[in-house]
């Protein structure tokens, strides 16, 4: 396809075979994305101790969090100056290389750079299929996009997890490493050989290095502090140093990014108050994964007395739930978009709200049955967010912005995970190293919970109260215009 503009592409671009190839493509690249994430979580434990490196394990996951972190915005830009084409091709090649690398990291500074070029690749397009669904669909028909990339995002998510393990016990840990990869070798050639490329400069947007060096700065230095103040101590000058560092850095972003002439994160676009509201919903929608992931587990063990067996095997219905459940309500949303995007974002939130509300009681005569129960809650919850979100921002997004507002939702949600996982820490290490033994284990446990109730509560009270009336209100104008 000939070159263009990024303004000029929609769905009237392509024909319909383009567009099932884009879209499998697309769904190509979140299968690959879900399933490294999962699998790197799974084997890293045991290529660490391979290598002798056990004890940097944490250091090794904040570095591949922040680069992901840091590159999705930035990503968004990219796109924005040089096209989705040429991003997908650069990124998805760096991706493949470093995926391969893992099999030759045979010391821990190999094994930190694959792990970090992964990621920041992977950051660079984790939020294209996003943009893309919204330009190669009809607007009433991207909610079920959305349902079918949230389908295939769990279904990446469990067999990333599954196969990396099972690949492993079988003593083949080659194939743990490199399977995510096939979806990478089925995304990028199909987006490429099928979406046309873009002159640089094309969209008269250009890369703003003050205010990425700015933003690597800021992000870089209040994560480290956050990550390791915790186990180092507030107190200790290299904490101190990343925070202010961190912080110094975020005031002079601001200022930057408000004179720049084509700024990386265009302040202008928070002026929005809808799109910013939805922000702020993305990001304490998303608040409770840590405790998910992370404490539910912990408790189940170390609370409830129960085996590794059952600690796993709680989230098999949220999984289930998280395939079979978007389709459904892709088709739902699609049929009033204004109407069904708050009461699906209220929907999640209250399922969260309940769902940690009722683990706040855990303890060790609490059911198992019960957790599940409250565990697939979060599943429905899942499967509501993740299909409105992005449409919800897109529609109230002008086509300059589209690529940098659709990654800053990304942003915001990979935010929100960095984040929700130090303060959890904090709040549950201050709480189980005042008390000791399983009381003190419970106290941090169940603050971790209300703090994911809270966030969820909130996410039912913005999306109820304010954000339905900021969407009734925009559709009564759109309807007059």
């Known amino acids: 396809m000939s070159s263009t503009t990024y303004s000029s592409i929609s769905y009237e671009s392509f024909n319909s075979k383009q567009r099932m190839l884009l879209t499998i493509g697309s769904l190509g690249l979140v299968f690959a994305t879900a399933a490294y994430g999962l699998s790197l979580a799974t084997i890293q434990g045991p290529m660490l101790k391979n290598i002798g490196a056990e004890s940097a394990f944490s250091l090794v996951t904040l570095i591949g969090s922040m680069a992901m972190c ?3 915005p930035i990503g968004g830009r990219l ?3 040089y096209g989705m084409r040429k991003v997908i091709l650069v990124g998805g090649i760096i991706s493949m290389i470093s995926g391969i690398g893992f099999v030759f990291a045979n010391n821990l500074p190999l094994f930190i750079l694959c792990r970090f070029f992964l990621f920041l690749a992977m950051g660079s397009f984790v939020t294209t299929p996003y943009i893309l669904a919204g330009i190669i669909n009809k607007r009433q028909d991207v909610p079920k996009a959305m349902g079918l990339i949230a389908i295939v995002l769990g279904i990446g998510s469990f067999l990333g997890s599954y196969l990396a393990g099972v690949f492993t016990d079988m003593n083949m840990m080659v194939l743990a490493i490199l399977f995510p990869i096939i979806g990478l070798l089925v995304g990028v050639p199909l987006i490429v050989m099928n979406y046309p490329d873009q002159e640089k400069g094309a969209s008269g947007v250009h890369l703003d290095v003050k205010g990425t060096i700015l933003l690597v ?4 230095g209040i994560l480290l502090a956050l990550n390791f103040g915790p186990t180092s101590g507030w107190s200790n000058p290299v904490v101190l140093g990343c ?13 930057v990014e408000s004179k720049a002439e084509s700024p990386l994160i265009p302040l202008h676009i928070f002026k929005n108050k809808e799109y910013s509201l939805l922000l702020l919903i993305a990001f304490l929608s998303m608040f409770y994964v840590t405790g998910l992931t992370t404490y539910i587990p912990n408790a189940i063990q170390d609370i409830m007395g129960q085996s590794t067996t059952a600690s796993g095997s709680v989230t098999i219905p ?6 079979i459940l978007p389709g459904l309500v892709g088709g739902w949303v699609a049929k ?5 995007s708050w009461i699906s974002l209220s929907i999640a939130g209250i399922c969260i709200a309940i769902a940690f509300a009722g683990l706040v009681f855990i303890g060790p005569h609490m059911p198992l049955w019960f957790v599940i ?7 429905i919850a899942d499967s509501f967010r993740s299909v409105v979100i992005t449409p919800a921002a897109q529609a109230v997004l002008t086509p300059k912005d589209m690529g940098i507002g659709t990654s800053l939702i990304g942003f915001f949600i990979s935010l ?4 929700s996982s130090s303060l959890d820490g904090i709040a549950y290490d201050t709480l189980r190293l005042s008390e000791q033994g399983v009381h003190g284990i419970t106290m941090g446990v169940d603050t971790v919970f209300l703090i994911s109730a809270i966030t969820g509560l909130l996410t039912f009270i913005l999306s109820t109260f304010i954000y339905r009336k900021m969407a009734e209100n925009r559709a009564k104008k759109q309807a007059k215009a």
């Open 70 to 72: 840091i590159m999705t």
């Open 336 to 340: 009033n978009q204004t109407r069904n």
């Open 79 to 81: 796109c924005d100056i």
């Open 217 to 220: 700065l800021s992000l870089g």
């Open 318 to 323: 949220r999984t289930i739930i998280s395939i």
């Open 373 to 379: 129960v409250m565990v697939s809650l979060t599943g």
């Open 416 to 419: 929100s995970s960095v984040i």
């Open 243 to 255: 925070m202010g560092v961190g912080i110094v850095a975020l005031i002079l972003l601001f200022f």
